[in-house]
């Protein structure tokens, strides 16, 4: 078996294949399902999850000059969208880098097995819910040029596979869709970004 979804098989097993199964099909949203969460995010007030599929949720507000930080990697606007990407994953990293002062999530490391039980520590439900989040408050504040934002989806399933989360982003000119996956991670560092249909078939960074 690959290693690639394994976010819960080592930490919550059935509670966590619950959570993940019940992220978002076509026309749902993630928020439908976890009311706590702010849902109309700005820099100044969002939703952190942590603690293993938003078991905790910490309201964040940042600084004008942390936030500038962030929109500093988007300007100027990208010449294209796979640069666009880069700026993405850039600006990710560095929200969590900064959120992470704000919650104690600094902490977090890639995968669930290293930092089982670690405060701070997220699953890949956590991550991504937060990266929908960091990717909504771009394209609220204009920030991207060449893609728009979609909810959290899911892949795999209790009788086949292993289930896993990832945010997902679309290229506004071609259609193409993207995961946007920081779950192997620490925190801080930039997010996989990969084609969506590449992702679902069981994709990995991680050795067989």
Known sequence: MRRDGRCA????GVLYFAAVIALPTAGQT??????????????????VCYGHSCSRVATVTLTTTEWDRVRAVFLPPAASAAEERGR???AIALLEETVGTHTGTWRDLGGDVRGFAR???????????????????????????WHTVRQPRKRGHLVWGVPHATAVIVD??????????????DNGKPPYIVPYGYWQTGWSPLPE
């Open 9 to 12: 098989l080592a930490t919550l």
């Open 30 to 47: 993630l928020f439908d399902r976890r009311p706590v969460l702010v849902t109309d995010p700005v820099p100044g007030r969002f939703s």
């Open 88 to 90: 993405i994953a850039a």
């Open 119 to 145: 405060p701070g520590q997220m699953d890949c439900v956590d991550e991504a819910t937060n990266s929908t989040t960091y990717l909504e408050m771009f394209a609220a504040e204009h920030l991207l040029v």
């Open 172 to 185: 506004a000119r071609s259609g193409e869709t993207w995961a946007v996956d920081s779950w192997f991670l």
